[in-house]
DNA sequence: AATGAATGAGACTTCATTCAT
DNA sequence: AATGAATGAAGTCTCATTCAT
């Protein structure tokens, strides 16, 4: 793209200045925004400004294509969530980083996050098995966060993995870019209400 | 099907044995299981043992017949939670009855009620205002049942009411039928994590 | 076509003049004269005059396409065959009668049974059993014409068959209809040269 | 190979090891299995071990590479027959020994042979005369061998020609390597069907 | 209320081929 | 001689929908 800019003419084909990144990207919006079975790979594909028939010189099947978005999106939630909690030792601070940066991965930042959140493993049957694998691998982050915590005697601490993760997940459904609560305000709150009170 | 037991035979009435219950029946069920646009028209139809022509015979587009599934579904919600809470006073005992009827309807008993906690509103435009709509009516019931609880002071509630709802509307991404939690167990202990501990 | 003469309009979608005699008929045509695979599903629906799509409501598949056309290209030199030879009972002027059936379907008349001396069955893998299955019910009227055969003792009849076979079958790669020899004159050759002289 | 062997290193010389030869081999083998519109040229690129485009180092179009394939079987195929015949000089064993030679290359011994058996010319048209021209050239042969023949008056040498040569090229439809006849004994039976007896 | 055949648009994918590198 | 990425056309097939019967 600079490229182009600085030569005036956007050049084709050269071997630096393949389509993939793009291709991914784009992939990744229109997913987590219209669904998979909701973009055709014509959406992808036109709005990357190439031909349909061009994608599969990257990807096989527009399966593929999806599971490539998927584990980019694990990748990177995962490495978000990582950084977010190195600085911090206390269990619940780290518990409470680690939700705001999940809410910012799929609120806001990251199309390949919120295709992790957004698409059904279970809808695309021939890569289902590897997206699966994909999620719980994030998953097994949040066990051990949790498994940290001081909570009483008796906490079923799946339950509240599962609840906690679960009304995470479901946030985009409901929230707007533009509305007062930020990722991070919304983090404190949803911490205060599982956080046992004195 | 009523009609045959009153009259006591199988006769084909032109009214009595329309096939439109059978038909949203097969449409609530695969909507919520392939979800909306995994479902085809074909399937539909042939699930039901008709042509898939015939389908237009009672509504005039695929969008029509999702958003009659939509309204039943919740509809049907509204009423199991209402009917769960009418005999109880207290509440936090009213919650988790609530919590209870909700759980079962998405995770067990109505594939009407999981169609509206499947289905984007937004992924099918012609029909989104009127899903909205419906969606909000029963969220309403939720606010009133918040709102009456005893909560600390400062206690955001809407931040509440959308981490519980996210929490229940949720499950269905992990729950299996041969698990070994029930719906009431779950609610339980949903609430119990809610629930300030004194 | 001729109802549209008389009516003076291209009437559409009645059930009687379904276009499915008109869709084998065409395929059969195309796929004796450019092979299967040289064959698209659009070149058929265009030569009917229907859209490529409208094929699907007849056949599942182009592949289920051609084995309808090949079974009734057997059925139709089966029966081509059976008749020829009904009213003869010496067993070498049957022969010769089967050959000419046999010449004429391939070469002038049928262009059902052209299709099965042109398609490789196992070219098309998904319905190559079908096919041979087809194929072999034919040859068994062969293997019966060639057992009565009064040849001399110790003659390979199961190179006999082979060979005869072969050399009609083949015929189709260097006939042209144009030609000095009609099939009856040329089966009387391939006889001649196969009976025992003297 | 030569190359190789010549200097005792598999060096990378540019003219050496080319894989032009190799190309071939594998268009040979993969049109005579497959048919040649059932070969794609990323089948043979794939097979050589190399990319689509890069075949067009070697061959301006696939056609072309068929043509090239084409002509080589046609000249392999005459080379053998010559050969065969090239000690015998009574005419019965002579033809015996060309059908041998045939049956041998289009059943067992050479790719480029059955590639001009399998493939119709007139299925490409792009290069048909160029195949047809080649075709032809190999079938003199032919009519020199049965011209030779000592056959009783009146005996049509076309179609004897014609149902001879039929007979053979239809071999690999029902050939089986496994099968009990060799080349050799086919040959035989089939000569001995023809030859005049008594 | 339902059928059977067709539509027209568009789905994913594959093909032979090109060309700067 | 070969690569890697892309093209453009075409491939088979599916979709929601229509409509005379």
Chains 1, 2, 3, 4 share one sequence.
Not at 139 to 147: N, S, Y
């Amino acid at each position: 793209m600079m490229a182009s800019v600085l030569t005036g003419a956007p050049r084709r084909s050269a071997h630096a200045d393949s389509r993939l990144p793009q291709i991914l990207d784009t992939a990744a919006h229109l997913f987590c925004t219209q669904g998979y079975q909701g973009t055709t790979v014509r959406d992808i594909a036109s709005a990357v400004g190439i031909l349909p028939g061009s994608l599969y010189c990257h990807f096989s099947t527009k399966d593929d294509l999806l599971a490539a978005v998927y584990v980019r999106g694990v990748d990177q939630i995962c490495a978000a969530v990582e950084a977010a909690i190195a600085r911090t030792a206390e269990p619940w601070p780290r518990l409470e980083a680690a939700c705001v940066a999940h809410l910012e991965a799929i609120l806001r930042d990251d199309d390949y996050a919120r295709v992790v959140v957004r698409v059904r493993p279970t809808d695309v049957p021939s890569v289902a098995q590897r997206l699966i694998k994909d999620r719980n691998r994030y998953e097994a982050q949040w066990l051990a966060l949790i498994k940290a915590l001081p909570l009483p005697a008796g906490t079923d601490r799946k339950a509240f993995r599962l609840m906690l993760l679960g009304a995470l997940n479901w946030a985009p459904n409901w929230y707007r870019a533009d509305g007062a609560a930020s990722p991070r305000t919304l983090a404190r709150h949803f911490i205060a209400m599982f956080k046992p009170h004195g």
